[in-house]
T-cell receptor
Framework: NAGVTQTPKFRVLKTGQSMTLLCAQD?????MYWYRQDPGMGLRLIHY???????AKGEVPDGYNVSRLKKQNFLLGLESAAPSQTSVYFC??????????????FGQGTRLTVV | DQQVKQNSPSLSVQEGRISILNCDYT??????FLWYKKYPAEGPTFLIS?????DKNEDGRFTVFLNKSAKHLSLHIVPSQPGDSAVYFC????????????FGSGTQLTVLP
């Protein structure tokens, strides 16, 4: 059981380049999330999705776009990368239909450096 | 303005002793709290949670205490083991779910053999 898988694990981008981070989960979870982790700031929510075809903004959505075309996949796009987007990105998913008080399951992270 | 604060960036404890990690929050709407553990180069993994209707939740060596009046929660690890060395994140939710978690900045726990 793979859980939540992120691709790629590492990436270096030049300022202005674009890229897409892929997140896949095999737990049939409805909710999926993208977080970024920066030193001294914990994890901050970028965007999330409550189901296939739906997305919503989180705490720090600027400079990012997302898509959820399939239930198991959640894509995070950077159209024009900036050095301020250097961070570690985590995808997560959770199941909310079955019960309350559930936890989110995280992927292993993508370390992105923008130079 | 951080709504969830972990004021100790690091904590060192001797193996076998108790580790106490603290977390404070400011939003009185938070009603569900979680602790995650994170090893280097891995994603956070869920450890233990507590809802606002309780003041204590225990799972093996891990116990979380919630003091709603003080807006404070703590994670106790007894006895501490070297494998517990990791970054611990406190997270809070206002709707009883994992939908919009607000995380603290984390505490690096080091358990010394």
């Amino acid at each position: 059981n793979a859980g939540v898988t992120q691709t790629p694990k590492f990436r270096v981008l030049k300022t202005g380049q674009s890229m897409t981070l892929l997140c896949a989960q095999d737990m049939n979870h409805e909710y999926m999330y993208w977080y970024r982790q920066d030193p001294g700031m914990g994890l901050r929510l970028i965007h999330y999705s409550v189901g296939e075809g739906t997305t919503a903004k989180g705490e720090v959505p600027d400079g990012y776009n997302v898509s959820r075309l399939k239930k198991q996949n959640f894509l995070l796009g950077l159209e024009s990368a900036a050095p301020s987007q250097t961070s570690v990105y985590f995808c997560a998913s959770s199941n909310l239909r079955a019960r309350l008080h559930t936890e989110a399951f995280f992927g292993q992270g993508t370390r992105l450096t923008v130079v | 303005d951080q709504q969830v604060k972990q004021n100790s960036p690091s904590l060192s404890v001797q193996e076998g002793r108790i580790s106490i990690l603290n977390c404070d929050y400011t939003n009185s709407m938070f009603d569900y709290f979680l602790w995650y553990k994170k090893y280097p180069a891995e994603g956070p993994t869920f450890l233990i949670s507590i809802s606002s209707i309780k003041d204590k939740n225990e799972d093996g060596r891990f116990t979380v205490f919630l003091n709603k009046s003080a807006k404070h929660l703590s994670l106790h690890i007894v006895p501490s083991q070297p494998g517990d060395s990791a970054v611990y994140f406190c997270a809070a939710s206002a709707d009883g779910s994992a939908r919009q978690l607000t995380f603290g900045s984390g505490t690096q726990l080091t358990v010394l053999p």
